[in-house]
C-alpha cells in the first residue's frame, strides 16, 4: 500500500523564479491538502482539492496555486518566490474532504536564495 | 481568526507521564487532532476528538472539552523514541459545505531524558 509520495525532495530556486511541487495522494484517497511549514513552526493550510478543485484555502496569496488531476495527483505551483517562501512543503491525502485524518508525505524542502 | 496554543516545549523521563494542552480560538469547529512530528519527518496522525470526553488508544489519551475551547495529548509510559514535536489540529470550515481546513498550533517540543 503506497503512502503519499512528493516529487522532489529538496529544490533550490532564486527570488522571482516559479517552482511547481507535486503529490501522489495514498492509494485510495481522493483529497489533497498542501501545507507549508517554517523551521520550527506548525504547518499552515495552503488549499485543499478534491474532484479536481480548489475546496478551501488558507491565507495565501495568489502566487500560490494549485491542480489536482484526474488520478487525484495534485501539484502547487509558487510565482515570484520569495525568500520568505523558503520552507518544507507537506502534502496531506484524505478519503472525502469530510475525513479527519490525513497522511503526509515527506514534503518537499524550497530554499529560496 | 482562527488561533491555537500550545506550550512551546515540555521535558520528562523515561515512564513517566506527561500531558500537553491545546488550547483555541475557531469559527466552525468540527473537531481536534493530534500530530506528531520526528525531527526531519512528516506528521503523523495520533488521535481525533469530534465530542467531549477521553479518547484512548495504547500509551496515548486525548481529551477534548468543546465548552472551555481546550484539549490535551496524555502520553504514558515515556519512551525515549515519543521525543518529537506534537502539534495540535482544528479542523473547521472556513468558506462553505465543501472541504475543510485544518488549522495547526505551533507545536510542543518534547523531549524525553533517560
Known amino acids: 500500500d503506497a503512502g503519499v509520495t512528493q516529487s522532489p525532495t529538496h529544490l533550490i530556486k532564486t527570488r522571482g523564479q516559479q517552482v511547481t511541487l507535486r503529490c501522489s495522494p495514498k492509494s485510495g484517497h481522493d483529497t489533497v491538502s498542501w501545507y507549508q511549514q517554517a523551521l520550527g513552526q506548525g504547518p499552515q493550510f495552503i488549499f485543499q482539492y478534491y474532484e479536481e478543485e480548489e475546496r478551501q484555502r488558507g491565507n495565501f496569496p495568489d502566487r500560490f496555486s494549485g491542480h489536482q488531476f484526474p488520478n487525484y495527483s495534485s501539484e502547487l505551483n509558487v510565482n515570484a518566490l520569495l525568500l520568505g517562501d523558503s520552507a518544507l512543503y507537506l502534502c496531506a491525502s484524505s478519503l472525502g474532504t469530510g475525513d479527519h485524518e490525513q497522511y503526509f508525505g515527506p514534503g518537499t524542502r524550497l530554499t529560496v536564495t | 481568526g482562527q488561533s491555537l496554543e500550545q506550550p512551546s516545549e515540555v521535558t520528562a523521563v523515561e515512564g513517566a507521564i506527561v500531558q500537553i494542552n491545546c488550547t483555541y480560538q475557531?469559527?466552525?469547529?468540527?473537531?481536534l487532532s493530534w500530530y506528531q512530528q520526528h525531527d526531519g519527518g512528516a506528521p503523523t496522525f495520533l488521535s481525533y476528538n469530534a465530542l467531549d470526553g477521553l479518547e484512548e488508544t495504547g500509551r496515548f489519551s486525548s481529551f477534548l472539552s468543546r465548552s472551555d475551547s481546550y484539549g490535551y495529548l496524555l502520553l504514558q509510559e515515556l519512551q525515549m523514541k515519543d521525543s518529537a514535536s506534537y502539534f495540535c489540529a482544528v479542523r473547521s470550515l472556513v468558506r462553505d459545505n465543501y472541504g475543510q481546513n485544518f488549522v495547526f498550533g505551533p507545536g510542543t517540543r518534547l523531549s524525553v531524558l533517560p
Open positions: 475557531t469559527s466552525g469547529f468540527y473537531g
